[in-house]
């Protein structure tokens, strides 16, 4: 198993996106490219995403770090 930070928006995250969302919610769909290119320009979010031994997307969790008037949190 291999995290990384996941740094362009292409077809193997989309395809991958679309695979897992289902698996965790019916209510929401999947993002579309567009919303996973957002994710990557936005400066407080950072999408990692854990790779198997194939090398394949098995995983992603996306980490938000924002500031409020007692300090840095994330979430």
Do not use: W
């Not at 289902?22 to 990692?48: E, G, V, Y």
């Not at 031994?53 to 098995?58: A, F, G, P, R, T």
Request: proline share 5%; charged share 20%; hydrophobic share 45%.
């Amino acid at each position: 198993m291999q995290i990384e930070i996941a740094t362009q928006a292409d077809d193997e995250l989309y395809e991958a996106f679309q695979r897992l969302i289902p698996q965790l919610t019916k209510n929401n769909p999947p993002p579309t490219l567009d919303l996973l290119h957002a994710l990557l320009a936005d400066t407080s979010s950072t999408l990692l995403i854990a790779r198997d031994e194939l090398n394949k997307i098995v995983g992603a969790l996306t980490l938000i770090v924002y500031k409020v008037t007692t300090g840095i949190r994330s979430i």
